[in-house]
């Protein structure tokens, strides 16, 4: 064994040399001794020190075989000369107070191109925390802020990620790679906060912000970006017309005076959801249940013939055109009578012009945050959920990339 060795093998540094190895249950221990004249002062880098004792040190490196190696080292104490302190000597082949080498954490990160962190901690024979920290370190150093200069026009949604966690609110580039840009807790305009200080600080002034029909990112992104134009998009607009449908549904079954009428409404929830061309696909069973739910339900019938009316309001061919459209579908949905329709459309007026935003931003959608909503939700069930928010915030930063790429030395 030689210190070229280690030095090829291992990364360990010159200065220092070999002294030993020793063979314990399965696993190979390397002892090395750093050369005097290599001492300095970890304050002030000074030659000028005077050895004040030592301290034993273990460092896992990368294995050999199928046996976990370790590098034993007695760190020498030094006090200086120069400014009096006394300290411990910097490791050179070590971060700070890691237990690890840095060719171990390379290897680390080698592996989890490849691997997930349980693989890679069981192949490795150390604690899942041990790759977590160093994945960590590396999401952190290059996606903890993410560019933001180039950005013109952006998606804001929550996601629930259950009773622990709550909600994390993202923020989405629709332009460069759909690469995500914040991750903030909670579901208010609070969680937005820290996004606009970064805007602020480096000038960026937004064309447009893609929103559900909430008040709260609106208004955060009116007060904070004034100019942008806020665009309220297809798929919002018929998610929230969806979740009321689906609400009077229920009040009519549960309010349904025989059971042959509750029977009726049974098991049409999702047939209700269907546009045309997917309904056509169903049994004729199924679509058959469908009709006879709204022709014994006035109501029923009214709300799922304006949903249809109110899909065709994104295919118009101008945004005059459609804004007619609009006007005229909110009047039907007061004239309706029914309380949650009217509801609806005194929403859907208020946020008007956000709908027909649409038009000026050349179909500008938030729909690509869906996709990414259910990436996020995906990584937090492989890994059945994240006790460390911010690596899980670090890990949704970096979900544009590859695992290969997002580990790449």
């Known amino acids: 064994m030689s210190t070229s060795f280690l030095y090829h093998g291992f990364g360990i540094p010159t200065g220092y040399v070999y002294q030993s190895t020793l ?164 579901k208010s305009g609070n969680a937005l906060v820290s996004f606009w200080k970064r805007l602020a600080r480096a000038k960026v002034k937004l064309d447009a912000v893609a929103t559900d029909m909430g008040s709260a990112f609106i208004k955060s992104a009116r007060d904070k970006q004034p100019e942008a134009v806020n665009v309220v998009d297809h798929f919002h607009v018929i998610k929230l017309y969806n979740e009321k449908l689906t609400k009077l549904r229920r009040d009519l079954q549960r309010d349904a005076e025989t059971e042959e009428a509750k029977t009726v409404l049974k098991g049409t929830r999702w047939l209700l959801m269907l546009n045309d061309k997917n309904l056509a696909k169903k049994p004729e069973s199924a679509r058959d249940k469908l009709q006879k739910a709204l022709e014994l339900n006035e109501p029923l019938s009214k709300a799922y013939y304006l949903k249809e009316a109110l899909s065709m309001l994104w295919k118009h061919d101008n945004k005059e055109s459609a804004r007619k459209a609009l006007i005229e579908w909110i009047n039907m949905a007061h004239e309706s009578g029914i309380a949650v329709l009217k509801s609806f459309a005194k929403t859907l007026g208020r946020l008007k012009d956000a709908v027909l935003a649409f038009y000026d931003f050349d179909g500008l959608s938030s729909g690509p945050m869906e996709g990414t909503n259910n990436k996020i939700k995906t990584l937090h069930k492989i890994a059945y959920g994240y006790r460390d928010i911010e690596f899980f915030k670090l890990k949704i930063l970096a979900m544009h990339e590859s695992r290969k790429d997002a580990f790449a030395g």
């Open 23 to 186: 063979f314990q249950k399965g696993t190979i221990i390397f002892k090395i001794k750093e050369k005097p004249e290599h001492l300095r002062c970890s304050v002030c880098r000074s030659q000028h020190v005077i050895l004040r004792g030592s301290h034993t040190r273990r460092f896992l490196m990368p294995p050999i075989g199928r046996h976990s190696v370790y590098l034993e080292h007695d760190v020498a104490r030094v006090e200086c000369k120069d400014c009096s302190a006394v300290k411990q000597v910097r490791i050179r082949y070590a971060d700070g107070s890691k237990r690890y080498t840095r060719r171990f954490h390379q290897h680390i990160l080698d592996l989890s191109r490849r691997m997930t962190i349980k693989d890679v901690a069981e192949h490795l024979k150390i604690s899942w925390d041990t790759v977590k920290d160093i994945q960590k370190i590396r999401l952190k150093s290059r996606y903890a802020r993410p560019n933001i200069k180039k950005l013109k026009r952006i998606a804001i949604d929550e996601i629930y990620m259950g009773k622990k966690q709550g909600y994390l609110t993202v923020v989405l580039d629709l332009e460069h790679e759909g690469a995500i840009v914040h991750v903030g807790e909670g």
